[in-house]
Every structure is written in C-alpha cells, then in structure tokens.
C-alpha cells in the first residue's frame, strides 16, 4: 500500500481518535455511521450525545472528578 493510500489515524490523549474522511463506522449492532468529512473525530470516551461521533463530552468535567473539587 502506498502512503497516499493510507489513511492518517490521530489519537488525542483525553479526547477523541481523529481519522482522516470520508469513513464509514460500522457498529457492533450492525448500523453504519458515514462521514464525508476530511476529518472525522471518533469518540473514544463513550460519554457523547452523537456516539460513535465526538460531540467534545470529554471537555465537561464531572462533579465527582478530583479536579472539579476545591481543596479544604
């Protein structure tokens, strides 16, 4: 395979896995998911609205997260 036949596949850390489009995603329930895209960001946290796509879910940071806490 040439590289310009590959697709570029980018894993962000603590967000989504980014592909270069157009993609179909094919689901473990059998239902597909097209993109005609040039880049397609994949939710990798499970957390989105619009799964298997990322709608930035991952940004919001959750209460019980030690992060969101303030120190006593």
């Known amino acids: 395979?040439?590289?310009?036949?590959?697709?570029r596949v980018r894993v962000v850390?603590?967000?989504p896995i980014m592909i270069e489009g157009p993609v179909r995603?094919?689901?473990p329930d059998g239902s597909v998911v097209d993109s005609d895209r040039f880049m397609v960001a994949v939710c990798?946290?499970?957390r989105s609205k619009t799964y298997p796509l990322c709608d930035t879910s991952?940004?919001?940071v959750r209460p019980d997260h030690p992060s969101a806490q303030g120190s006593s």
């Open 58 to 60: 991952h940004r919001r």
């Open 1 to 7: 395979m040439t590289d310009a036949a590959r697709r």
């Open 25 to 27: 995603i094919e689901l």
């Open 44 to 46: 990798a946290c499970r």
């Open 13 to 15: 850390q603590g967000g």
